[in-house]
């Protein structure tokens, strides 16, 4: 009786035993010569979805009747050889493009508007993949609509990617940061705003994971809108293991896999600090620890002149998550609840530009000056420890710790001559250096991997 393993590996079947013995073991000791099966015929592995339904646009949004359902346009083709994505948009110029995906200004041709298109970069890898990059688009459609939460329009999968259609808006948070000087009225209204987006998010058991001035968008009126939610927790999901943001905004204890709805606020407040100073985050190393021990750099703490926002941001990056405000109660302050909430938004390109009219007409300075009342940004002050150079006493140290109890604003530092003579990782060489002025920790990366807790 032919078995199944002989229909596998001795497709011609003969009368010769050798060819039934798989052990070179066996083999050596009956003294018989190894005559090896032949390997067997590979198989085709196919993709997840078939030629004929990857090539059709199937919407994956908008509502539960139309998923799956091939989209329909006066514009569109199916029976050519050109998308949908070409065949109906307009496409006016890439805004961007990232590790997974690029985002295009685009023009509809049935409605004539400006949108933005998020597009994948890769192909569905298979259905796991595919489900996952769907994330965004259910959570979106989990949200329905709320005011500082991008709005998407239409979302649909066609030859194995993604496109999500949304809103299209004037810039985000980071380019806008590189072409104006942020200043701390501003702030409060960047607080204001993202604290509403986030208490939304976070009375549904969601948490972004991944706030930063990149992933937040300014429409033309002066709304700031969250967005990408490609990596967003759902904290009732316990078991579904979360995804680290980026490191510069990044809390402490996710390194060690507490996950809660305060990490958003900490990246919310570390990412004021940045806008209202100027200061380049790092990405790791000694000061990346120092900052989320509440040590930061006087070339940050010497900016904040407004004591109540410097209190406010302190407490959402305190080093323990537990100590926190939430987002509701980031909005319960009392300077947000009376005077910001009231105010108009001072990201709105429209009031710039009747600012700089007005200001051109009423300018009696050289020509040499534009009349522009947002000053143009300095550049991007180096990432030193400026606090620990020798230039300082110990006494001006103390004074930027978050237990200070004078209310004076440190005065500003000195201008070092040398700003990188303060190694981050010291070496060998540096037995005679003053350990008191350098700071030396493990990165976060060797944190989260290293258990013995041993220094350096």
């Keep these: 009786m032919t078995t199944e393993t002989e229909l596998i590996f001795s497709p011609e079947r003969t009368s010769n035993s050798s060819c039934r013995a798989f052990s070179s073991k066996k083999a050596s000791r009956r003294r018989i010569a190894i005559n090896h099966p032949p ?6 592995v196919y993709r997840y979805f078939t030629p004929a339904a990857a090539r059709l646009a199937n919407a994956v949004s908008v509502s539960s009747n139309t998923f799956g359902v091939a989209l329909e346009s006066p514009y569109y083709t199916k029976s050519t050889e050109s998308t949908y994505w070409d065949q109906c948009f307009e496409h006016l110029e890439c805004l961007g493009r990232g590790s997974f995906a690029e985002v295009y200004k685009v023009r ?7 949108y933005a298109i998020k597009r994948s970069l890769t192909k569905f890898r298979g259905k796991s993949d595919r489900d996952q990059k769907l994330k965004e688009v259910r959570f979106h459609e989990t949200l329905a609509t709320h005011r500082n939460i991008l709005n998407i329009t239409h979302a649909w999968e066609e030859r194995e990617r993604l496109y999500i259609q949304t809103e299209l808006c004037e810039s985000n948070l980071l380019d806008y940061s590189a072409e104006h000087q942020i200043s701390q009225p501003m702030i409060w209204h960047f607080l204001y705003q993202i604290s509403q987006a986030l ?3 976070h009375s549904l058991d969601y948490v972004h994971m991944d706030v930063k001035p990149e992933n937040i968008l300014i429409t033309r009126d002066g709304i700031l809108k969250l967005c ?4 967003v927790h759902d904290l009732r999901s316990p ?9 510069r905004y990044l809390a402490f204890e996710v390194l060690s896999g507490t996950i809660s709805t305060a990490a958003d606020v900490f990246s919310l407040g570390l990412a004021a600090f940045e806008l209202v100073s100027d200061f380049d985050l790092p990405v790791n190393g ?8 509440l040590r930061l750099p006087l070339e940050i703490i010497s900016v904040l002149t407004d004591i109540e926002l410097k209190e406010l941001l302190f407490r959402m990056i305190h080093s323990n998550y537990k100590q926190r405000p939430t987002a509701k109660d980031v909005l319960n302050n009392l300077k947000i609840r009376e005077e910001i909430c009231h105010l108009i938004s001072p990201f709105a390109f429209n009031q710039q530009k009747h600012e700089q009219t007005l200001s051109l007409s009423n300018s009696t300075t050289s020509p040499a000056s534009h009349g522009c009342c947002t000053p143009t940004k300095k550049p991007k002050r180096p990432p030193n420890y400026a606090g620990y150079h020798e230039e300082h006493s110990d006494e001006e140290i103390r004074q930027i710790a978050i237990h200070h109890h004078t209310l004076t604003p440190p005065p500003p530092p000195p201008v070092p001559t040398d700003p990188l003579r303060v190694r981050l990782f010291p070496n060998d060489s540096d037995d005679d250096t003053n350990n008191n002025l350098i700071y030396s920790r493990k990165s976060p990366i060797k944190l989260k991997f290293d258990s013995s807790g041993a220094e350096d």
């Design 39 to 44: 390997k067997p015929v590979s198989c085709r």
């Design 286 to 293: 000694d000061l990346w620890t120092d900052i989320r021990e």
């Design 228 to 231: 990408d939610f490609g990596i």
């Design 108 to 114: 509809h041709k049935e409605d004539n508007q400006l």
């Design 239 to 247: 078991s579904t293991l979360a995804q680290d943001g980026d490191a």
């Design 199 to 201: 208490d939304f998010l």
